[in-house]
């Protein structure tokens, strides 16, 4: 059974307690400052401050910036940037030449030994976040991922709070089990649906886990914030024929074209085994489902009504020809 649902699910609303988080922020800076300085070790092996590593890094990817633009975008002192460039150009790590769209003013750009020293700095920082992260599994690594964007994005003010939700095809341990419960939990409150179901979508996964091979299924899964949102899987049936399971996406994220997003990864997916037609099975309950489905170039081929999963409704087919 092959479903995508739509869930309103009531939230009391209560009023935050700014001083508990303005406690957790401050209890979070002293801690992250003991990371920054582990992720910033490999600085000293360069004679230049943080400060300079900063500026010359600026200069380097924002398209060669004047004094002026560069204040502005560090937020830094015009009096003390002045002296920050001093220095890079003294070691010969940075240059200034007339400005091409102003006579009066000039750009400032990395030499090509700052440069070098950049790339020396990037790739020592990113093997000490590497380490960093090595002693975390990948569900762990995508909620710090997730984590550190929603509050960059935050603190920015360019978000409007939705977290960042990512896509993965890779099972790990636990994914199973999840998915049982958002399809068990979901379709009872959405559809009515009983224990029967459940047990349904137990077997099904049984039975997919027992032949599962990547060379022909794929499941991709939807998560934020560390947590499976949505999936869809494309269980390969012959070698023509493969059928779309498990189409789920949470009510929280309903909106965010995920659903789109799932059903075109499936369908890319099963071009690339060489699939000649893809079928799902759903049911007239799902109204939402059968309009993307339509959307997508899927015909209804077939339908029935059915009395299961403490419901009385109609079953139907869905089919799409890909060559």
């Known amino acids: 059974m092959s479903n995508y649902i ?6 009391q609303l209560a009023m935050p307690d700014l001083n508990n988080i303005a406690d957790t922020v401050s209890e979070f800076h002293t801690f992250y400052e003991s990371v920054a300085a582990t992720l910033n ?4 092996t360069h004679s230049l401050s943080g400060a300079e590593i900063r500026i010359l890094s600026e200069i380097s990817v924002n398209q060669h910036p004047n004094a002026g633009q560069l204040a ?10 002045t002296r920050i460039i001093r220095s890079l150009e003294k070691q010969g790590l940075a240059s200034r030449a007339p400005s091409r769209t102003d006579a009066r003013s000039f750009a400032l750009h990395p030499t090509e030994q700052g ?4 790339v020396d700095l990037q790739m020592a920082s990113r093997d000490n976040v590497l380490q960093l992260l090595q002693p975390l599994n990948v569900r762990q690594q995508e909620q710090l991922a997730t984590a550190m964007t ?4 935050l603190l920015k003010g360019d978000s409007d709070g939705t977290p960042e939700v990512s896509f993965r095809h890779q099972l790990l341990p636990g994914d199973i089990g999840y998915l049982i419960h958002l399809h068990g939990e979901l379709y009872a409150r959405e559809a009515g649906y009983n224990l029967e179901f ?3 979508v137990c077997k099904t996964f049984a039975e997919f886990l027992s032949t599962y091979s990547p060379a022909k299924d794929r499941i991709i899964l939807a998560v934020a914030n560390g947590k499976i949102i949505g999936s869809i899987a494309v269980v390969g049936a012959t070698r023509q024929l493969a059928q779309l399971r498990w189409f789920v996406v949470h009510p929280d994220y309903r909106g965010l074209s995920i659903g789109k997003r799932l059903l075109e990864e499936a369908l890319a997916f099963s071009k690339e085994k060489y699939y000649q037609t893809v079928y799902l099975m759903t049911t007239s ?20 009504l059915m009395q299961m999963w403490g419901q009385q ?4 087919r869905y089919d799409k020809d890909l060559v």
Not at 72 to 81: E, F, V
Not at 115 to 118: E, G, Q, T
Not at 313 to 316: I, P, T
């Open 285 to 304: 309950i799902q109204e939402q489902a059968g309009a993307l489905f339509k959307q997508s170039g899927f015909r209804k081929t077939g339908e029935k």
């Open 313 to 316: 409704l109609y079953e139907q």
């Open 115 to 118: 440069k070098h020293i950049l």
């Open 6 to 11: 739509v869930i309103f699910i009531d939230k």
């Open 198 to 200: 459940e047990a349904h």
């Open 150 to 153: 929603a509050i960059r994005q």
């Open 72 to 81: 502005t975008a560090t937020n830094t002192d015009p009096g003390y940037l």
């Open 41 to 44: 070790a490999h600085r000293s």
